[in-house]
């Protein structure tokens, strides 16, 4: 059974960068493409973007200008960065592996908070 | 892009059926058979429920189908029981590698 689990700050800064690490675990991360998916309080999922067991990402255009994703296979990790935060971006960040075109493996989630 | 179209709430009494519907464009849902639906039970994450429109993932019951006509996805859920009171989200591939979630439909079983 595949299992992903979130890490990382809970509270960033405004204006600073959020980073956030996925575990994974009871599989291999090589030829899926592992996700990252946000969902504001209180309102609905929003897609982030993905990243190959190559190393080639893809990015939501409404974030692509502040959003990069990398992963290390050999500690079966990928990772999260998004710059320039605002309270905008304060949401439950969620990482998930992509099937085909949906999604059937998610970690349970951290909230990361924007405040100063 | 914008977020898919769900209506914001729906209920229905145990046993009955309930369809939840999904609309986006011609750029989204109106051109790829790439829709999925999601569940998710409060403070849970999201469950797979459906895939490429009317799939099951294993373990899911055949009681969730799903079906498209033209920009319009829509999820049924037959014999609704107490358990499938949750929020409902559907996704779809928008080209271009990109994805567009709905803005999530909450059912209430009366």
């Known amino acids: 059974q595949v299992q992903l689990q979130e890490s990382g700050p809970g509270l960033v800064k405004p204006s600073e960068t959020l980073s956030l690490n996925c575990t994974v675990s009871?599989?291999?991360?090589?030829?899926?493409?592992w996700s990252w998916i946000r969902q504001s309080p209180g309102k609905g999922l929003e897609w982030i973007g993905f990243?190959?067991?190559?190393?080639?990402?893809d990015y939501s255009p409404s974030l692509k200008s502040r959003v990069t994703m990398s992963l290390d296979t050999s500690k079966n990790q990928f990772s999260l960065k998004v710059t320039s935060v605002t309270p905008a971006d304060t949401a439950v960040y969620y990482c998930?592996?992509?099937?085909?075109?949906?999604?059937?493996?998610w970690g349970q989630g951290i909230l990361v908070t924007v405040s100063s | 892009q914008s977020a898919l179209t769900q209506p914001r709430s729906l209920s229905g009494s145990p046993g009955q059926s309930v369809t939840i519907s999904c609309t986006g464009t011609?750029?989204?849902?109106?051109?790829?058979?790439?829709v999925s639906w999601y569940q998710q039970h409060p403070g849970k994450p999201p469950q797979f429920i459906l895939f490429?429109?009317?799939k099951r993932p294993s373990g899911v019951p055949d009681r969730f189908s799903g079906s498209k006509s033209g920009n319009t996805a829509s999820l049924t859920i037959s014999g609704l029981q107490a358990d499938d009171e949750a929020d409902y989200y559907c996704?779809?591939?928008?080209?271009?590698?990109?994805?567009?979630f709905g803005t999530g439909t909450t059912v209430t079983v009366l």
């Open positions: 990243i190959y067991s190559s190393g080639s990402a």
């Open positions: 011609s750029r989204d849902i109106g051109s790829f058979n790439y």
């Open positions: 490429d429109v009317s």
């Open positions: 996704c779809s591939y928008a080209g271009n590698y990109n994805y567009v």
């Open positions: 998930a592996r992509r099937v085909g075109v949906g999604f059937d493996y």
């Open positions: 009871g599989g291999s991360m090589i030829t899926y493409y």
